[in-house]
Protein backbone atom coordinates (compact mmCIF):
# COMPACT_ATOMS: atom_id res chain seq x y z
CA UNK A 1 0.00 0.00 0.00
CA UNK A 2 1.26 3.49 -0.79
CA UNK A 3 0.17 6.32 1.47
CA UNK A 4 1.25 9.90 0.66
CA UNK A 5 4.32 8.96 -1.29
CA UNK A 6 5.47 6.79 1.51
CA UNK A 7 5.74 2.68 1.62
CA UNK A 8 3.54 1.55 4.98
CA UNK A 9 3.00 -2.03 6.51
CA UNK A 10 -0.29 -2.68 6.95
CA UNK A 11 -0.85 -4.84 10.34
CA UNK A 12 -4.88 -4.83 10.83
CA UNK A 13 -7.35 -3.76 8.92
CA UNK A 14 -11.32 -2.53 9.44
CA UNK A 15 -13.70 -4.53 7.77
CA UNK A 16 -17.25 -3.54 7.36
CA UNK A 17 -19.78 -5.21 9.29
CA UNK A 18 -20.09 -8.28 9.64
CA UNK A 19 -16.37 -8.57 9.32
CA UNK A 20 -14.89 -6.12 11.74
CA UNK A 21 -11.26 -5.93 12.63
CA UNK A 22 -9.05 -8.44 11.12
CA UNK A 23 -5.03 -9.28 11.13
CA UNK A 24 -2.67 -9.19 8.58
CA UNK A 25 -1.51 -12.38 10.52
CA UNK A 26 -5.23 -13.40 10.32
CA UNK A 27 -5.79 -12.98 6.52
CA UNK A 28 -2.47 -14.16 5.46
CA UNK A 29 -3.49 -18.13 7.34
CA UNK A 30 -6.36 -18.21 5.66
CA UNK A 31 -7.25 -20.75 3.28
CA UNK A 32 -6.98 -19.16 -0.41
CA UNK A 33 -10.75 -19.77 -0.98
CA UNK A 34 -11.88 -17.81 1.94
CA UNK A 35 -9.18 -14.61 1.22
CA UNK A 36 -10.28 -14.98 -2.24
CA UNK A 37 -13.69 -14.37 -1.74
CA UNK A 38 -12.83 -11.09 0.73
CA UNK A 39 -10.32 -10.17 -2.30
CA UNK A 40 -13.23 -10.00 -4.58
CA UNK A 41 -15.41 -8.41 -2.19
CA UNK A 42 -12.73 -6.18 -2.00
CA UNK A 43 -12.35 -5.01 -5.33
CA UNK A 44 -16.15 -5.49 -6.45
CA UNK A 45 -16.88 -2.68 -3.79
CA UNK A 46 -13.75 -0.34 -5.08
CA UNK A 47 -15.09 -0.58 -8.79
CA UNK A 48 -18.92 0.03 -7.22
CA UNK A 49 -18.20 3.23 -4.93
CA UNK A 50 -15.03 4.66 -4.26
CA UNK A 51 -15.82 6.84 -1.37
CA UNK A 52 -17.16 3.55 0.41
CA UNK A 53 -14.52 1.13 1.12
CA UNK A 54 -14.70 -2.27 2.42
CA UNK A 55 -11.65 -2.56 4.26
CA UNK A 56 -9.37 0.50 5.63
CA UNK A 57 -6.25 0.34 7.65
CA UNK A 58 -6.91 0.52 10.93
CA UNK A 59 -3.62 2.99 11.74
CA UNK A 60 -4.27 5.23 8.75
CA UNK A 61 -7.51 4.97 7.78
CA UNK A 62 -6.95 4.74 4.22
CA UNK A 63 -8.92 2.20 2.18
CA UNK A 64 -7.04 -1.02 0.71
CA UNK A 65 -7.13 -2.15 -3.15
CA UNK A 66 -6.41 -5.92 -3.88
CA UNK A 67 -4.02 -6.54 -6.42
CA UNK A 68 -6.19 -6.70 -9.04
CA UNK A 69 -7.85 -3.52 -8.68
Known amino acids: MRFSGRQCTIEMVDFDWPRGPVS ?3 L ?4 SG ?3 HIRTDI ?13 RC ?3 GAS ?5 S
Open 24 to 26: IDA
Open 34 to 36: QWE
Open 28 to 31: MAMP
Open 64 to 68: GTSAN
Open 43 to 55: TRRRQEDLARPLA
Open 58 to 60: RLW
